[in-house]
């Protein structure tokens, strides 16, 4: 910054003093922009006097060292910019090498960016793979380690340390980049966990055969949460409505349980039957801690002979991903009034 006010300095100064001797406003600039530069194409008007040469001459010293100055400075920003660019993925490589049980984010647009919020905030360390450069950027300024490379590239994934991570998360938009991540993690590491987002409902499958563990579906749960708030406000604002209750889902996670809203559909295997009969069918499975009737009634810690009608809308607390058992049990035949996820 310095350099270039002492520049404007000399090259104003010089121009007011050509002027001032006679020349022209356009003759002062070019005779003072040629000198300053060193280009050297010859001189505008003779330089004959000494008034002429004492300008010439203050101008050549003056403006040939201000330009070596800025040119060093900006060679030396070029070169710290390219250092610092070097050590910097140098430094970030070493830190992802030395990873281990660590989770890898494929993907960072709205939903890799608040997946990675989490685990920042949950203590996890993870690594992300991203393909744009501003999505990059982003990250990096966010502190996270985020390699740009393409998470479909077996290579990149190597790099990223699928060997040694614990889970990796593709959270693409594209349900045939995410079936293709899958198949390439799943054939480098055979007992890597891997939970998969699908667009469309029917990329849950294939999903599932290229051997992802868990599929999230987010328009679908999005879909869920507004019909669970629509047709059962209290339970709704029960469960999801304070930090308590949402502190509470947090430890049931840590202890693989999961907290969920299903409604019994019609003509489906659990009507008509009682709450214990359910739970035993189930194996384990989950258990019913309330059931919100169609008529408004609410029931909180419903007993084992409570018998499970049409619409009800049921809280589960299951061990981990119950969906195939829940879906048996309150489905009717593989159409289900509200596809249940694990949340």
């Given at each position: ?6 520049m404007?300095?000399?090259?104003a100064?010089?121009t007011?003093a050509?002027?001032?001797a ?16 060193t ?10 006097t000494?008034l ?8 050549i010293?003056?403006?040939c ?12 920003f070029?070169?710290l ?5 070097l ?10 090498d030395r ?13 890799g960016?608040?997946?990675?919020q ?20 982003m ?13 479909t590239?077996?290579?990149a ?5 699928v060997q040694?991570?614990?889970?990796l998360?593709?959270v ?8 293709f991540?899958?198949?390439s ?11 998969s987002?699908g667009?469309?409902?029917s ?16 328009t679908h749960?999005?879909?869920e ?9 209290e ?5 999801r ?5 949402r ?6 996670l840590?202890?693989g ?7 019994a559909?019609?003509?489906?295997a659990?009507i ?6 359910i ?6 499975a989950?258990?019913i ?19 499970i009608e ?8 299951s061990r981990?991903n119950?969906a ?5 049990l ?10 249940v996820s694990?949340?």
């Open positions: 910054m310095l350099g270039l006010v002492y404007t300095v000399v090259m100064t010089a007011a050509y002027h001032w006679g020349w022209s406003f356009g003759d002062a600039v070019y005779m003072v922009i040629m000198t300053v530069y280009v050297g194409y010859g001189e505008v008007h003779p330089v004959d000494a002429l040469r004492g300008i010439t001459i203050t101008t010293v003056l403006g060292t201000g330009m070596i100055y800025l040119t060093g400075g900006l060679v030396q070029i070169t910019n390219q250092l610092n660019q050590f910097g993925t140098k430094r970030m490589h070493q830190q992802i990873l281990r049980d660590h989770v890898i984010v494929c993907g960072f647009g709205r939903i960016m608040m997946l990675a989490g685990l920042q905030a949950g203590g996890a360390a993870f690594v992300i793979l991203e393909q744009s450069p501003d999505a990059v950027a990250a990096h300024e966010l502190g996270y380690l985020c390699l740009q490379a393409d998470a590239d077996e290579t994934l190597r790099v990223a340390g040694y991570a614990r889970v998360a593709t693409l938009s594209n349900d045939a980049a995410n079936v991540i899958t198949l993690a799943r054939g480098l590491a055979p007992d890597l966990e891997i939970i987002r667009e469309l409902p990329t849950e499958s294939k999903l599932l055969r290229a051997g992802a563990n868990k599929v999230v579906l987010p749960i999005g879909a949460r507004i019909a669970e708030m629509i047709l059962y406000q339970t709704a604002r029960f469960i409505g304070s930090d308590r209750m502190d509470f889902e947090k430890v049931l840590s202890l349980l999961d907290l969920q809203v299903v409604t559909a019609p003509k489906s659990a008509g039957k009682s709450i214990e009969v739970e035993q069918q189930a194996h384990g989950f258990f801690v309330q059931i919100d009737r169609q008529d408004g009634q609410t029931l909180t810690r419903p007993g084992p002979a409570t018998i049409d619409g009800d809308g049921l809280v589960l607390v981990g119950q195939r058992a829940i879906a048996a309150f489905e009717t035949g593989n159409k289900a009034a509200f596809r694990a949340r």
